[in-house]
């Protein structure tokens, strides 16, 4: 069955990681909800898929995003998509190889990501004393697909290549290769308090017209750079790797639910 709807669940506190690019910090957070809060919260939403994932990263405390991910899906039997930019140890690992049989048992499916968008100028943009080095995202990815835990990598955000060097993604892109079961990229969102945390200007970039596809997905007003040029070179890489390539997480869910059905 195609996955169609999607509700989102995270953690009300700030974000530990802090990274510059993320507009999250200006959500507003009037509450701080225990988890089985935030999961009473959720039910009265209709959806196929949880996205653990929205205004934290719910693994920057590994312990509790996994426990949010079992009381979820003990709660709702739905589809679990879990996206950080934290690596985990061998035991949590495990814990989400059990979680991921018994969901597949049920006929549901885990889908982890990694969120990885560049290599040597990563310290411009995230804080190297709270996130993994995109050297040990990579190895972690590695990890996972060891596991058979089929990860995916979200290559973004995509910055103007004036910032982030174009080639560090298609090297991000080359390691991953034969890895990672597909990846999503997009380009960098911005408001007034991103640019501040950036250092720029909003005449510093160029912006798209359609401001659309994450309609739903965010609590903020953002608008979306420019990077079209960027992401035909992500997408002619993918292509020469043989990577499948999304712009958009919901088709890379169908099609890896999809895959997952044919190997039954």
Excluded at 100 to 127: H, R, V
Excluded at 144 to 169: A, H, Y
Excluded at 221 to 248: G, R, W, Y
Aim: negative net charge; contains cysteine; proline residues 3%.
């Amino acid at each position: 069955m195609k996955i169609e709807k999607r509700a989102f669940v995270s953690f009300d506190s700030p974000c530990k990681f802090n990274c510059k690019f993320c507009y999250t910090y200006g959500i507003e957070r009037n509450k701080i909800r225990t988890l089985n809060e935030m999961i009473s919260d959720l039910e009265n939403e209709e959806f196929d898929v949880l996205y653990v994932s929205q205004k934290n990263d719910n693994f920057s405390d590994v312990e509790s995003g996994i426990e949010l991910c079992e009381k979820s899906y003990e709660k709702f039997k739905c589809h679990i998509f879990i996206i950080t930019r934290n690596v985990f140890n061998s035991e949590q690992i495990i814990r989400l190889k059990n979680l991921k049989e018994k969901m597949e048992d049920e006929g549901k499916q885990l889908f982890i990501a990694c969120s990885i968008n560049a290599l040597c100028s990563w310290t411009k943009y995230e804080n190297e004393l709270a996130v993994p080095s995109p050297e040990k995202r990579i190895a972690f990815l590695d990890t996972l697909n060891q596991s058979r835990l089929n990860p995916i990598l979200m290559l973004r955000p995509v910055f103007p290549t004036n910032l982030i060097p174009s080639d560090e993604l298609l090297d991000i892109i080359e390691r991953a290769k034969g890895t990672v079961s597909c990846i999503v990229t997009g380009g960098l969102g911005v408001n007034n308090d991103v640019l501040d945390r950036l250092g720029l200007e909003e005449h510093d970039l160029c912006f798209n017209q359609n401001q659309e596809y994450l309609q739903g997905a965010i609590e903020c007003e953002i608008k979306f750079v420019d990077v079209e040029h960027e992401i035909d070179l992500i997408s002619q890489k993918c292509a020469e790797t043989n990577t499948p390539l999304f712009m958009h997480s919901m088709p890379a869910l169908n099609y890896l639910l999809e895959n997952s059905l044919q190997r039954i």
